[in-house]
């Protein structure tokens, strides 16, 4: 009888646990627009906000509201009871501020627009994202956060810290990476620094995924890339804004000038969408080691160094 007794008040204690847990301190989150129920799981789960995402699932299943979570920002208990979490999820978060960001802008792109609408401070945003400290938190490669600020509709609140928004992109960011099952640092640098000049060349769908091939064949048989884009980085970064790129343009000294270096430049040079990320993981089954842009957004493809000077002529192009 006894034995009995003590069962049924480990399994109360245990309950109450359950119901109420222990103080494990909270997390600021944000639940993106048009995410699903899995996608919400997981990053709850990422965040240390749910014990199990599966565990979850099930109770919002059984609650009936897997339609009703609302997107926006949160401060939520770490490890909190699913339903009681599940119904602060259906109430709804803040979203003072909505804000696009749009595939192929930079670091310095990204920090203007969030400054613009008040959520940031510029300089202090930038500073953060050059952070070496603060990177390391993420355990992303480089020495900066550049084609790391995921380009999607966020809900900010006006009152969350610089630091809560990057991590915010960042956390975005890996979730989408992870879909593609890339985790290893090397290969995330290789993509995502890929993915942006692809981001930065192709204005096409279609030809993104040829675009990724041309550059892997320029790798695989140690040409140089030869992405204007690279160029324009670097002007921009010296506050040089250029359309039309000259002969010396491309002798510039810089380690991203892809014209004088072989081999990728030292890290992204905007933040990629998906489909350029897409691109890079498929690339399209081409053998083209040559591209030069039409004028109308297209381009056109070579496989010989004699076609590609004929299609230079032709288009009138400098690459």
């Known amino acids: ?34 995410a699903n129920a899995r996608e919400i799981a997981e ?47 259906t109430l709804g978060g803040t979203s003072d501020v909505v804000v696009t960001i749009p595939e192929g802008i930079t670091l310095h792109e990204t920090a203007t627009m969030l400054a613009n609408h008040e959520l940031v401070t510029q300089e202090h945003f930038v500073a953060l994202c050059n952070d070496r400290n603060f990177i390391a938190e993420f355990g992303l490669p480089g020495s900066s956060l550049e084609g790391y600020l995921f380009p999607d509709t966020y809900s900010f609140s006006s009152t969350q810290s610089d630091s809560s928004i990057v991590k915010t992109f960042v956390e975005n960011f ?13 290969s995330v640098y290789m993509i995502v620094t890929l993915a942006s000049l692809v981001e930065k060349e192709a204005k096409y769908e279609d030809e993104r995924p040829i675009i990724a091939q041309v550059f892997i064949n320029r790798l695989k048989t140690r040409r140089p890339l030869e992405s204007c884009a690279t160029i324009l980085y670097v002007l921009k970064n010296r506050n040089i804004h250029k359309t039309n790129l000259t002969e010396n343009d491309l002798k510039i000294d810089s380690p991203y000038n892809t014209y004088l270096h072989i081999g ?56």
């Open 1 to 34: 009888m006894k034995r009995t007794h003590i069962a049924l008040l480990v399994l109360a204690i245990l309950f109450l646990i359950w119901l109420q847990p222990i103080d494990f301190g909270t997390a600021e989150i944000t639940i993106q627009k048009g």
């Open 43 to 89: 990053y709850l789960s990422a965040r240390g906000v749910v014990r199990d995402k599966n565990e979850f699932l099930f109770w919002l299943k059984i609650s009936g509201k897997g339609k009703h979570l609302r997107s926006g920002n949160y401060e939520l208990r770490r490890y909190s009871n699913p339903l009681f979490l599940i119904n602060e999820l």
């Open 174 to 186: 890996k979730n989408h990476i992870m879909k593609y099952g890339i985790t290893n640092r090397d």
């Open 264 to 319: 990728l430049p030292p890290g992204p040079i905007c933040s990629p969408g998906e489909s350029s990320i897409k691109a890079v993981v498929a690339p399209a089954d081409v053998d083209y080691l040559y591209f030069v842009s039409k004028g109308d957004g297209r381009h056109y493809f070579s496989r010989t160094y004699q076609e590609h000077c004929a299609a230079k002529e032709r288009y009138n192009a400098t690459k």
